[in-house]
């Protein structure tokens, strides 16, 4: 075992968590105040290549540095394999003794299993008088399905004690950070955090979430410490917990020349934004829901001379503002309201062709839902249908309209169905694109062009949804 303690800097909050703004860090600080933050590295032989990487390292550097800032009794790092012993307290003077540690951090097989580990770890603080609460940090490469089922059992095992001794379901959370991008690893994370989640009518506690270590930035660092602790982050991402106009005081305020031009095709496109307002987006689906209408109109608004046109699927109301305005409630079908919206514009289209007239501008529909229920609603037969009414001779251009589904929320059966609809082998034109809004980082200009350009641009669209780990630099 390795243990790292070290004294908060308040220099290193400022200067990892930069890009928000002092509100921002000031709620990342507040969640994070009463815990104490655990960081365990599952230092195996295959993680050492990957730990080579400039990027991976620095983000390892960052979090480290940001927990060791925000833990003030010093936070722990525990390596699973070996025995040495890290006893540093950092004052402020040796500001590369964290860096130093992870650079010197042994690789090695044949100790402990993680979940042995974790076990350990979570039986210590057992005989503690547990005045804080604990947030697991777990950095690993590679897990097999054997370690699934163990981990899998002492996660449950530790619900049930959680639950027997009365204690808050925030006390522990557990947050797993892939390094790499192992299949089978992000398969068996992905089980651990939404297959463990239970209908909130049931004694399960969600207490875990997963993170892929990606590019370097706040608004990952933010997921990977409040991802296992708040639900909402652990759902929606950061946004959930950075509040109104995050994503837009994060983004550079000078993207680059391509990112640009690439902006500029939202000019030849009416954007309509559909959200959606029914009784199953949760609070947190709500929230987040509302960030991404902000990032929306303030990045599409000016591009569209006209003004973009924003509908809601249970409220019959202009826009003027959301969360004071309404709550999400009712149970109308987003298929119906989006079906009446397109067929709406493709019939005054089909109008002006008719009658020799320049039609209207192609229209950017962008669907921001949590997905819920949309399978059963006939969205798959109504991509079908749309495509096959476009791809007719009657229709000059063969992107006249092109559908963007934002997806708030992580649930997998939702990305399921979004891939299948993305990918509708039936459509006779691709008309849809699918973007996991968790997924669209302000720091990575290609992210956020997809979600605004997918429906509409083959580029975008062909674009995977996870394509900025760090994969492509290790391999």
């Known amino acids: 075992m390795g243990i790292l303690q070290s004294s908060p800097s308040k220099n290193a909050i400022k200067e990892i968590l930069g890009e928000l703004t002092s509100s921002q860090r000031g709620k990342v600080k507040k969640e994070l105040k009463s815990y104490d933050i655990v960081l365990i590295a599952n230092n195996t032989k295959s993680m050492e290549n990957i730990c080579k990487d400039d990027d991976v390292r620095d983000t390892l550097v960052n979090l480290a540095k940001i927990a060791d800032a925000l833990d003030c009794d010093g936070f722990d790092l525990h390596l699973v394999n070996g025995s040495q012993k890290y ?48 947030n697991y940090i777990v950095l690993l490469s590679e897990c097999n399905h054997e370690q699934k089922g163990k981990l899998q059992e002492f ?89 109104p106009n995050w994503f837009l005081s994060i983004w550079r305020e000078d993207p680059s020349k391509l990112m640009k031009k690439q902006m500029q095709l939202l000019v030849d496109y009416d954007t309509v934004v559909l959200v959606d307002d029914s009784a199953t987006m949760s609070e947190a689906n709500w929230q987040t829901a509302c960030d991404a209408l902000d990032m929306l109109i303030n990045l599409t608004g000016e591009r569209d001379t006209d003004g973009i046109d924003v509908h809601f699927v249970n409220h019959d109301t202009r826009f003027e503002g959301l969360k004071t305005f309404f709550r999400p409630q009712g149970n109308a079908s987003l298929k119906v309201k989006l079906e009446s919206l397109v067929d709406q514009y493709l019939d005054e289209i089909s109008e002006q062709l008719s009658k ?20 059963d609603q006939g969205m798959k ?71 605004l350009l997918g429906g509409i641009s ?9 394509s900025h780990t760090f994969q492509s630099n290790i391999s």
């Open 155 to 243: 996660i449950e095992e530790t619900v049930t004690w959680m639950q027997a001794t009365k204690l808050s379901p925030r006390q522990i959370g557990f947050q797993f950070v892939q390094i790499g991008n192992n299949r089978q690893t992000r398969g068996i994370l992905h089980h651990l955090d939404a297959q463990l989640k239970q209908p909130r009518d049931t004694k399960t506690w969600d207490i875990v979430d997963r993170t892929t270590l990606r590019a370097p930035n706040a608004t990952i660092i933010v997921k990977i410490l409040l991802g296992g602790i708040l639900r909402r982050v652990d759902d929606n991402g950061a946004g959930a917990l950075l509040g």
């Open 381 to 451: 037969e109504f991509v079908i249908e749309t495509a096959g009414r476009l791809d007719t001779k009657q229709f000059e251009h063969k992107k006249t309209i092109g559908i963007q589904f934002l997806q708030i929320g992580n649930d997998k059966q939702v990305t399921k169905f979004f891939n299948e609809l993305d990918d509708t082998p039936e459509a006779k034109l691709d008309i849809v694109d699918t973007t996991l809004y968790q997924d669209v980082d302000p720091i990575l200009d290609d992210t956020v062009a997809k979600a």
């Open 458 to 466: 083959q580029k975008f669209d062909d674009k995977p949804r996870k």
């Open 356 to 375: 020799g007239e320049t039609p209207g501008k192609p229209v950017n529909y962008i669907v921001i839902t949590n997905g819920i229920g949309l399978k």
């Open 87 to 134: 006893n540093l307290q950092q004052r402020g003077k040796d500001q590369d003794a964290i860096a130093k540690l992870l650079k010197d951090m042994p690789f090695l097989d044949g100790g402990l299993s993680l979940s042995d580990k974790l076990r350990e770890l979570v039986n210590a603080y057992k005989e503690t008088p547990r005045k804080k609460k604990m």
